[in-house]
């Protein structure tokens, strides 16, 4: 039986920790294989190269087989062979917004929900958490933080850099008492795992780090902490 894996960071991994290793092995065990093929989609920051640079350059310390997918210089062939051959589809922060709209030109979406339901683990981020929601907190529009709707393949809200931004628990808590969907606010160094599309853990890189779900009782935001494993 395949089980449909993701995990969704508030912030972390190689581009927000490089000298902490933990949230992106935990990452890639998910595999569950000794050299798991991972592809770096970079489509927030608009496949800046020196984000790409960084993943290869990082992923030296893992046991890895790195790749990654830019939309501005696409592989030659089959994009959806080309997704299906990866593990591990690791999502970078950046504009979310952006990242869904062209995942939707290129079909690159329809492509990502095929490869997770044949198993392929997906992950990331700040956009790379928010995305698999069906909605959530976004910086996309410069100057103010907005709902925005995502790809729905996880039920409910997401909210990353809970405690690395100040203006986002504000923020958050208005969205939840106007409407926003219950779910899962992570700080930076902790990521929320799901299987099967149902809340499995919390985990984090740093000791300190949690993940928290916010839900609406008759008109008061209600915060609950989440119980978070440090994975170090």
Same mark, same amino acid.
């Given at each position: 039986?395949?089980?449909?894996?993701?995990?969704? %960071?508030?912030?972390?991994?190689? *581009? %927000?920790?490089?000298?902490?290793?933990?949230?992106?092995?935990?990452?890639?065990?998910?595999?569950?294989?000794?050299?798991?093929?991972? +592809?770096?989609?970079?489509?927030?920051?608009?496949? *800046?190269?020196?984000?790409?640079?960084?993943?290869?350059?990082? %992923?030296?310390?893992?046991?890895?087989?790195?790749?990654?997918?830019?939309?501005?210089?696409?592989?030659?062939? *089959?994009?959806?062979?080309?997704?299906?051959?990866?593990?591990?589809?690791?999502?970078?922060?950046?504009?979310?917004?952006?990242? %869904?709209?062209?995942?939707?030109?290129?079909?690159?979406?329809?492509?990502?929900?095929?490869?997770?339901?044949?198993?392929?683990?997906?992950?990331?981020?700040?956009?790379?958490?928010? +995305?698999?929601?069906?909605?959530?907190?976004?910086?996309?529009?410069?100057?103010?933080?907005?709902?925005?709707? +995502?790809?729905?393949?996880?039920?409910?809200?997401? +909210?990353?850099?809970?405690?690395?931004?100040?203006?986002?628990?504000?923020?958050?808590?208005?969205?939840?008492?106007?409407?926003?969907?219950?779910?899962?606010?992570?700080?930076? *160094?902790?990521?929320?795992?799901?299987?099967?599309?149902?809340?499995?853990?919390?985990?984090?890189?740093?000791?300190?780090?949690?993940?928290?779900?916010?839900?609406?009782?008759?008109?008061?935001?209600?915060?609950?902490?989440?119980?978070?494993?440090?994975?170090?």
């Amino acid at each position: 039986m395949t089980v449909r894996k993701v995990l969704a %960071m508030g912030g972390g991994g190689f *581009s %927000m920790e490089p000298g902490n290793l933990l949230l992106d092995q935990f990452f890639f065990s998910l595999a569950q294989k000794s050299r798991p093929n991972v +592809c770096f989609l970079g489509t927030a920051s608009g496949d *800046s190269q020196g984000y790409i640079d960084r993943f290869y350059d990082y %992923m030296k310390d893992h046991e890895v087989s790195p790749s990654h997918l830019s939309l501005f210089k696409a592989p030659v062939g *089959s994009l959806r062979d080309y997704i299906l051959s990866k593990d591990v589809l690791y999502v970078g922060g950046g504009n979310t917004r952006n990242l %869904m709209a062209l995942w939707r030109e290129w079909g690159l979406d329809k492509i990502i929900l095929e490869a997770y339901q044949r198993g392929v683990v997906i992950g990331g981020l700040s956009a790379g958490g928010l +995305c698999w929601f069906e909605e959530g907190v976004t910086d996309s529009i410069p100057g103010k933080l907005t709902k925005l709707s +995502c790809m729905n393949i996880l039920s409910g809200s997401f +909210c990353p850099h809970y405690d690395g931004e100040a203006e986002r628990k504000p923020a958050l808590f208005e969205f939840v008492k106007d409407g926003l969907k219950p779910g899962y606010a992570c700080d930076d *160094s902790a990521a929320v795992y799901f299987e099967n599309e149902k809340f499995v853990e919390s985990v984090s890189s740093v000791s300190t780090a949690h993940s928290y779900y916010l839900k609406n009782e008759e008109g008061l935001v209600v915060e609950e902490k989440i119980s978070t494993r440090f994975l170090g």
